[in-house]
């Protein structure tokens, strides 16, 4: 082996060493924050980390500081996040030691991390499929000489996460450029391999087929960087996927605030696998002497202790620096176009999206459409994505497996590699498990990479009952989703705005949840002809955030009036509803549920003194009813009655039988007479 690789490597395992050692000794000052580090793990996260490129993207997890140093990374960045300081480089102090996000030129590409065990293995495939999309389309740098790969390291213990399997499947059907690493100590936290693992990795893996695997000695850095090199070879140039399964031991605690003292029966025999002995016979194997092994030991241990000195004295983040890059600013701040041009013929709204996605497709090579069923043979369940397989390819409109997370998980990826996906899960009833990368994945990455890393994508889903849909297919979820932080939401109740939203959406650099009720894609429930719409202009964009005021009255004294609240479905159902009394009753279609328009739902209940927030979902504990007590609390000076809310039973699901679905949800007779009790009271 050259001699530079192993004197680097062997300063980068000292280092992480005696990074490890200094946050034992100084364990008062640094256990404030739980962290963990790489010892036992450093040599072959090294021998990695030596051989990635600035165009290459890794998903480290939170036990590969060792890794980071072999990036290029400094003692003191790794510090800095380890005091939660203002300057630390990933987070600017707002998430753990060790959860990397990283955009330096001349680096490998590090988008946001998570804590929870795995997640990071589907936003990794989804990078290695946008590369792949890339080369395919042409949209790659051309003059990149050894392409691009993705790096996904793992713990052992995380590989039987289901969503592991989702990643699997699709790096091997769709053969990505893409290698995981399993790093395998034999533990989980207390509990081992014994206890919780039917095989290895590598034994996994065989069931993958075409994911090749290796079993390598981790702890061995010559038998490391030789099997990653090689591997890496493969995938640069056979553009598949590969897993490499290293053993090594644990030689510290799982986490600073989990002693390895506590549950551990097996340290001396760990301690026995060290690496550190293994690479320094090594460096005198090859010619080094005493003298200069010494040496680059202590310069690494000076350097660690003078960095740990100076991360010690660095700045606190301030109270405001939480206020901020909770999302990047997007360009669409005004409606533009033409929302009813002369000439074009009214359609209904499902086609009113899929023309927007079309125009969209049209213009953009980096934009692409992905989810179950919505490729050439069908082109959707609601035909929502008709004919643009046809036209765009099948590299560009394709069926995904039944995998929800990976669906949404995917998308950090793609848009890290600078791609725009629209992916869609079919029924909002199972967007649950979805739920785990939209929260842990997707809507903290902009937050948690200090802005770095805004996730760019558009999640469409189907939602609502009509029809005896019954209850897997009957949902509104829209409290749940509101609950998460991070995430832009629409609710349009017409083809124009779903159209001028998707439009906002595609230009929006965050995340943005389209939730689209399928009773008003054919407009085939009685009272919903307004849901069809003359087809907006090609340019016509309708801002996240701002409401329609779809019915207007004036102020008046004599007479007791009403505002209602709504989106979606409720907007037909207030609509009818009012007919006969519409100089009394202002009509707000929020459009959006975030950013919500605040400023034109508080204006409004001023002016008219009443307000019922009509929803489609239960009530109890819902987004309607937060919403109404936030508009209580606003205008609570200006109220003559309580701010009311109706909404479906407050039943677990909606039944199949159409007797008991129209029980169950709100329908113009129940909001009419909901009206009346409001404006009699």
């Given at each position: 082996?050259?001699?530079e690789v192993?004197?680097?490597?062997f300063l980068?395992?000292?280092t ?12 008062k000052q640094?256990?404030?924050?739980v ?17 990635l ?5 890794a998903?480290?997890y939170y ?5 980071l140093?072999?990036f ?7 510090m800095?996040?380890l ?45 290695a ?7 395919l ?6 003059k990149?000489?050894d ?11 995380s ?12 790096a091997a ?7 995981y690493?399993?790093q ?15 095989q290895?990795a ?10 090749e695997a290796?079993s ?12 990653i090199e090689?591997?890496i070879?493969?995938?640069r140039k056979e ?6 399964h290293a053993?090594v031991?644990?030689l510290n605690?799982h ?9 551990r029966?097996d340290?001396?025999e760990a301690?026995?696998?060290d690496?550190y002995p ?18 680059i ?13 100076k991360?010690?004295q660095?700045?606190?983040p301030k109270p ?18 033409k929302?009813?041009p ?7 709204m ?8 079309e125009?969209?497709?049209k213009k953009?090579k ?9 490729g050439g ?21 394709f ?6 997370a990976?669906?949404?998980?995917s ?6 590699v600078?791609?725009?996906?629209i992916v869609e899960?079919q ?9 785990n ?19 760019s ?5 189907p ?9 897997y ?8 989703i509101?609950?998460i ?7 349009p109740?017409n083809?124009?705005d779903l159209?001028?939203?998707?439009k906002a959406?595609?230009y929006?650099p965050?995340p ?16 919903t002809?307004g849901a069809t ?6 340019d ?7 409401a329609?005021?779809?019915q ?5 004294d004599?007479v ?13 159902w207030?609509y009818n ?9 202002e009509i707000i ?5 975030f950013?919500l328009?605040?400023e034109t739902?508080?204006?409004s209940?001023?002016k008219?003194?009443?307000c019922?927030?009509?929803?489609e ?19 609570f000076k ?5 701010v009311m ?5 407050n039943?677990p699901?909606i039944?199949l039988n159409?007797?008991?679905e129209?029980?169950?949800i709100?329908?113009?007779?129940k909001?009419?007479?909901k009206?009346e ?5």
């Amino acid at each position: 082996m050259k001699k530079e690789v192993l004197e680097k490597g062997f300063l980068k395992l000292c280092t992480a060493k005696a990074m490890s050692e200094l946050y034992e000794a100084n364990f008062k000052q640094v256990s404030k924050y739980v962290h963990a580090t790489s010892r036992g793990h450093e040599a072959i996260q090294i021998a990695l980390g030596m051989q990635l490129l600035p165009q290459d993207y890794a998903f480290p997890y939170y036990r590969d500081d060792a890794m980071l140093l072999s990036f290029g990374l400094q003692p003191y960045d790794l510090m800095l996040q380890l005091l939660a300081k203002k300057d630390d480089p990933f987070s600017g102090g707002r998430t753990y030691y060790c959860h990397p996000s990283l955009k330096d030129d001349d680096k490998p590409k590090i988008p946001h991390q998570s804590s929870a065990t795995g997640m990071q293995a589907i936003p990794a495939t989804g990078a290695a499929m946008g590369m792949q999309y890339k080369e395919l389309q042409g949209l790659h740098d051309e003059k990149i000489k050894d392409l691009p790969l993705v790096v996904c390291s793992l713990g052992d213990a995380s590989v039987t996460e289901g969503e592991i399997a989702e990643a699997f499947q699709m790096a091997a059907l769709k053969q990505m450029p893409i290698l995981y690493l399993v790093q395998d100590n034999g533990w989980d936290i207390s509990a081992n391999a014994e206890e919780t693992r039917a095989q290895n990795a590598f034994e996994y893996a065989q069931g993958f087929h075409g994911l090749e695997a290796i079993s390598i000695d981790g702890a061995n850095f010559i038998e490391s960087y030789e099997a990653i090199e090689n591997v890496i070879k493969i995938i640069r140039k056979e553009r598949r996927p590969f897993l490499v399964h290293a053993k090594v031991p644990l030689l510290n605690h799982h986490t600073s605030g989990v002693r390895m003292e506590w549950y551990r029966d097996d340290l001396e025999e760990a301690r026995s696998r060290d690496p550190y002995p293994v690479i320094k016979q090594q460096l005198m194997d090859n010619g080094f002497t005493k003298k200069e092994i010494d040496s680059i030991e202590a310069s690494a241990k000076a350097t660690v202790e003078n960095d740990f000195q100076k991360a010690l004295q660095a700045e606190d983040p301030k109270p405001e620096d939480l206020f901020t890059n909770d999302f990047v600013s997007t360009p669409i701040t005004e409606e533009v176009g033409k929302r009813s041009p002369e000439g074009n013929d009214k359609v209904v709204m499902v086609d009113c999206a899929l023309f927007a996605v079309e125009e969209l497709m049209k213009k953009h090579k980096e934009c692409l459409l992905y989810g179950q069923d919505v490729g050439g043979r069908l082109g959707g369940v609601f035909r929502e994505a008709a004919t643009l397989a046809q036209k765009f390819g099948d590299d560009r409109v394709f069926n995904t497996p039944i995998q929800e997370a990976f669906i949404v998980g995917s998308t950090v990826g793609m848009s890290a590699v600078g791609l725009k996906p629209i992916v869609e899960v079919q029924f909002a009833d199972y967007i649950w498990p979805g739920l785990n990368q939209l929260f842990t994945e997707v809507s903290r990455s902009c937050y948690l990479s200090n802005g770095k890393w805004p996730v760019s994508m558009i999640l469409r889903v189907p939602i609502g009952a009509y029809g005896s849909g019954g209850p897997y297919h009957s949902s509104s979820v829209e409290s749940v989703i509101t609950n998460i932080r991070g995430i832009k939401i629409a609710y349009p109740s017409n083809g124009a705005d779903l159209k001028g939203l998707i439009k906002a959406a595609y230009y929006d650099p965050n995340p943005v949840v389209i939730l689209e009720h399928k009773g008003l894609y054919w407009s085939k429930v009685k009272g919903t002809e307004g849901a069809t719409s003359i087809e907006p202009s090609e340019d016509y964009v309708l801002p996240l955030g701002k409401a329609w005021l779809l019915q207007e009255i004036w102020k008046q004294d004599d007479v007791e009036t009403l505002t209602i609240v709504t989106y979606g479905m409720g907007v037909h159902w207030a609509y009818n509803a009012t007919k006969g009394m519409r100089d009394q009753i202002e009509i707000i279609d929020l459009r959006t549920l975030f950013p919500l328009d605040e400023e034109t739902i508080m204006a409004s209940v001023k002016k008219t003194g009443k307000c019922l927030v009509v929803t489609e979902e239960p009530s109890h504990n819902s987004f309607a009813r937060a919403l109404a007590g936030k508009i209580q609390e606003e205008c609570f000076k200006c109220l003559d009655a309580p701010v009311m809310t109706i909404g479906s039973e407050n039943m677990p699901a909606i039944p199949l039988n159409s007797t008991l679905e129209e029980t169950m949800i709100p329908s113009t007779e129940k909001v009419k007479i909901k009206i009346e009790n409001v404006l009699n009271y």
